[in-house]
């Protein structure tokens, strides 16, 4: 009986010691995922900055810390832009995905950038590349990001209105802006072109309608009096809006790819006294959502990291 | 006459004055919430109304609370806070710099009547877990706070103009009513409703100062 009692007792010791050698053994893990968008910047201000939220698996880890980052760029094979990362907030929001909660956090960063030069930076494709001070990397797709900086915007014309048109194409898409434009001279002036601020989208010039207001969600296609493709290669010819007061025009967007774009500035292109120039339009937040659907969970990529 | 003056004076210092301000949807920072099929605010219903939902809760109950609704996650759209006005009532135009920046923005207003108050806050929760684990295929996802995007612009404004940045979106009403039970005694009843923002829109106007 106590031979037996002898041998249950060490049999149960190995077992408990494997036990706790394997599970000591396994790195505990972290996971990182973030929504991809396309996320623009026209620089007019000194103090703009990008913020990208990312959703990690654990509160309390390298991640979480300003301290333990070394350095961030954004890039993609063909471009890189260093950044200072300003904070990392907690967001207070945690979303389920894979059985396990994801809390948000929003890396706060500002471009370095010399702003006394124009610069187009258009990146598709980009991923958010953080050096930690432990010295591993990561390397997470963020979707797209552009940042313009225009030194010689006019002040002859002047924006009286400024609204987006959102539907619902698999998701909140915003497919029209309404642009209330206002000459401040007394000369005639010409619109040329359009160009919205993002590397992801076109304005369809021939679609261009004079509007006065819409209630939002209201169907595109209602509107422009046909179906409306979303998604389509145009070719774009100059434009000839004559504008001597005041103009109301909506400008319906076209996509080359399936992305949000919810933040966009315009230039805008006009010709006076038989001269070109150029007037900004501000990146303007047309919505703002936290309505993640089924789709976008599914195309969420998670990256996995040692948690230690 | 002395004593009258001294209690009159201690029922103002034990007796508090709430002031609420006043909006039309019972939400301060609705200014107007439009549902897209069906559905009525608490603010809209008659007594008679509210007072059918609690015959709903008549069964037996022996301890904690029973809830009826009247609505659960019923889409609407709403006009919200005017963000920035300015008028320029000079005779030259103004040109300013705006930014909006909001890190903390409510996602969920909730209002109570009858004997509820704050402390009914967690049964809300209670309530927003057992509904959202009914509706299929919704996201699970907690918030109290939302993180608005920045957004910044420079704007002239013209003479005799105003010029304003203010907010509509979609949202969702939950409404209902609860009644607290102890050994079979209702002990708390109320009404309740929460809204959760789903989708912000941002629009800039110009207008002319009437």
Known sequence: MRKKFFYFFCGLSILVLLVIIITKNVPQLLEVTTFKKAYNMVLVNEDESLEIPLFISNTNSYFTEKANIESIIISNNDETLKFNLESINENKEKILLKDKWFF??????????????????????????????????SSIAIGSLCIYSFNNTSENLSIIKLKGLVNDFDGNKLVGVLMGLKNNTKEDLIIKNIYPLDININASYAEIIELNDFNQKENISYILGYNYKLYENIENDNLEISL??????????????????????????????????????????????NDYLISDIRGLVFYTYEYN | MKRLFIICLLFLFFVPFYTKAYSKTGHEIFQEITFKDEGKLLVDMTTSEVEEGYKYLKGLKFIGWKHYYFNIKEEATYVGEVLFAKSNRSKDPIKIDYKYKDTNTNERSITYGGSLSGKFKKNIKGIDTEINAKIEGNVKKVTSNQTVEETSFTVTIHPNRRIVFRETGDCLVTNGVSKYYFLGITLNKGSWEYIDIVTRYYELYEEVIS
Request: no cysteine.
């Open chain 1, 244 to 289: 001597s007061d005041e103009i109301k025009l909506f400008i319906p967007i076209k996509y080359k790819d399936r992305i949000t774009v919810n933040k966009v500035g315009f230039l805008i292109e006009y010709v006076m006294n038989n001269e070109l120039h150029y007037y900004i339009i501000d990146d303007f937040l047309f919505f703002d959502s």
């Open chain 1, 104 to 137: 948000k956090y929003v890396y706060k960063l500002k471009p370095i950038i010399d702003k006394t030069v124009d610069i187009t930076l258009e990146m598709k494709n980009a991923k958010l590349e953080i050096s930690f001070k432990r010295g591993t990397n």
